[in-house]
């Protein structure tokens, strides 16, 4: 059903529906670049976050309920999206925040979680959560006024110049780094890798088919999809790079190696010639986040230039 908002100061009468099409994933992702635009590169997600994001939920929800969206006649001014755990989030442009939409986003959730819960109080047992910048004041504020309160986990957003030049990295005999290919074998060895690193974590559980659907998704590109291929054809570390063409800021994530291909320069390897190829298409800065406390990732990306320049922190509120 849809919905209506009357704001206060300018006239706007604003409404919301379910996510219903591809062209919908296209105008989010309008709007998070039109805002970073406007604003900074950290008040809002990259596209890339969304794309991830996304194909979580198409994966292991249902778009059509678990993403709603706000229109101002057919111009989308905001969105929000319930994940798994339960994560929720919602981005809105700058000039209809404080208006009511993040309230009425925050009341679809939590009319979402309690159906949830209904239907299945073990998988949705858990405290909602939401995460935000620290340097994000308004956004803090929300959520403590709606009873959030901040956990532990932290990480670092990390952003790193491609005016700086990239290195070159020798690869173990028999390797090789490229793009993924559309070969449905690929594809599946692609999948395998993913669950290994991911697993046991809700990210990840994603089929092979998944991952070809995945491939097909708006955003994704495959010659950013960058693959460490071992000499018996195992995809042994990747990458998957995203591009804000309107802010030319890329994304980096997810990111990984194989247990077995660890400690051998591979995932440095497919980083760098990410970046090469983000700088070939017009990117001018580079952005990754990884875990505050995951001192590996820090210096992986530390040695690829990366620095730390914002932090993201999460708020929960018990049920």
């Given at each position: ?8 100061g ?7 529906r ?22 900074n590169d950290?008040?809002y997600?990259h ?6 994001t996304f194909?979580?939920?198409d994966?292991?929800?249902?778009p059509?309920r678990h993403?709603?969206?706000w ?12 994940n ?13 925040e ?8 925050l ?11 209904a239907?299945?109080a ?15 004041a ?6 403590e006024?709606?009873g ?5 986990y ?9 005016s ?14 490229r ?15 993913h ?7 809700t ?5 092979d088919?998944?991952y ?8 994704y590109?495959?010659?950013l999809?960058?693959?460490?291929v071992?000499p018996d054809?195992?995809?042994a ?5 995203w ?9 980096f994530?997810?990111?990984?190696a ?9 995932t440095?390897a ?9 700088k070939a298409?017009g990117?001018d800065?580079?952005c990754v986040?990884?875990?505050e ?13 990366f ?11 018990a049920?």
């Open positions: 059903m849809d919905s209506k908002l009357h704001h206060a300018p006239v706007r009468s604003v409404t919301s379910p996510h219903e099409t591809e062209a919908d994933l296209q105008q989010m992702y309008a709007l998070l670049m039109e805002a970073r635009s406007r604003t950290w008040r997600w596209v890339g976050e969304l794309a991830f194909f979580m939920i994966c292991h929800l249902d059509r993403v709603r969206l229109h101002d006649g057919k111009k989308l001014v905001g969105y929000a999206t319930l798994d755990d339960p994560f929720f989030d919602w981005q809105v442009l700058p000039e209809y404080g208006q009511a939409v993040e309230s009425e986003a009341a679809w959730a939590d009319g979402l979680v309690a159906e949830l819960r239907e299945d073990e998988r949705w047992k858990g405290p909602m959560v939401v995460g935000t910048r620290i340097d994000n308004e956004r803090t504020a929300f959520l006024q709606h959030f309160q901040r956990r532990e932290v990480e670092v957003n990390m952003l790193r110049s491609l700086d030049p990239i290195g070159e990295q020798e690869l173990p005999p028999g390797y090789e780094i793009s993924m290919s559309d070969n449905a074998n690929e594809v599946r060895r692609r999948a395998e890798a669950r290994e690193v991911w697993r046991p974590w990210v990840g559980d994603v089929t088919e998944q070809a659907r995945f491939m097909r998704m708006p955003g590109e495959r010659d999809d960058v693959v460490a071992a054809g195992a995809i570390a990747y990458v998957n790079g591009l804000d063409p309107v802010n030319r800021i890329g994304d994530g997810p990111v990984g194989r247990e077995a291909y660890r400690r051998q320069g591979l440095r497919v980083l760098l010639e990410c970046l090469r190829r983000m298409r990117m800065r580079v986040s990884t875990g406390g995951n001192a590996a990732a820090r210096g992986l990306y530390e040695s690829v230039g620095r730390v320049v914002n932090r993201y922190v999460e708020y929960a509120r049920r």
